[in-house]
């Protein structure tokens, strides 16, 4: 997508064959009026399913933390990106005023798809964690021995599923009577699930509970409980204002479009 870009931008600063007043006439306005009604659908349908994700979260007005509808209705859009003769063609099509923004706005494109691929890729990682849970059921700490003459220290971490005697992660929980042999765990919110064992013991390397003090009460009063659920709703946010504003800037550009072809 980035190469189709530059190539884009070599025809805009060195003009088009047979002239621009006749490629915006031509069968390549036609291309970037199609292609531009296409990404404006991807992006209105995007547009749409985060106002009603909103509509049924907290309050009637915004997101709830680990909205699988939501999460489902996303991994159906696809913002695909453009064919490169399609940007080629678009760059001999618009006047020069408006060049920059189409070559601007195709490259927001790419960036907003990665953006909505990488929330869906994490929103489902952060399915594994336990909804409703205590703190204690939330954290742990692992215990680092500080090898080869470093200073031991323990790390914080998010809980996710226990791992049983089959050595799989159960979200569910293990069967009845069966302890954890061990639990998927991560310390960063939207970093990979590891896995670690769990012996009971205070011994390097293994996950460690916290108990229920008060420390630990107040640290997570008013809090959701979950690191994570604030890198997913701050996802949110930026996937919605750069649709509205890519909405916006698709409408410009096909105005200018307009008044090109009128010329």
Not at 73 to 100: H, M, N, T, Y
Not at 178 to 203: D, I, N, V, Y
């Amino acid at each position: 997508m980035r190469g189709a870009l530059i190539v884009a931008a070599v025809y805009l600063s060195l003009g088009c064959k047979g002239g621009a007043d006749s490629a915006r006439q031509g069968p390549g306005a036609t291309l970037l009026r199609e292609d531009l009604q296409d990404k404006g659908k991807q992006l209105v349908h995007l547009q749409n399913s985060l106002l009603s994700a909103k509509e049924r979260g907290p309050g009637g007005g915004s997101f709830a933390p680990g909205d699988a509808e939501l999460t489902a209705r996303l991994g159906e859009i696809k913002l695909v990106p453009s064919a490169q003769e399609r940007l080629i063609a678009a760059a001999c099509v618009v006047a020069p005023d408006a060049s920059g923004m189409l070559v601007e706005f195709y490259a927001r494109v790419s960036t907003l798809a990665e953006r909505l691929e990488d929330h869906v890729r994490l929103s489902k990682m952060d399915e594994k964690r336990p909804r409703g849970a205590s703190p204690e059921q939330t954290f742990a700490v692992v215990l680092h021995s500080g090898r080869e003459g470093g200073t031991a220290f323990a790390e914080l971490v998010e809980l996710g599923d226990p791992v049983c005697g089959d050595l799989r992660p159960r979200s569910g929980g293990c069967g009845d009577g069966e302890r954890p042999t061990g639990f998927q765990f991560r310390a960063m919110p939207e970093g990979p699930w590891g896995t670690k064992r769990w012996s009971g013991e205070l011994t390097a390397d293994t996950i460690v509970p916290l108990g229920p003090t008060g420390v630990l009460g107040a640290l997570t009063t008013g809090s959701t409980g979950h690191v994570s659920d604030l890198s997913y709703l701050r996802r949110l946010s930026e996937i919605e204002t750069m649709t509205s504003q890519l909405l916006e800037m698709r409408r410009v550009v096909e105005n200018r479009l307009a008044s090109a072809k009128a010329r």
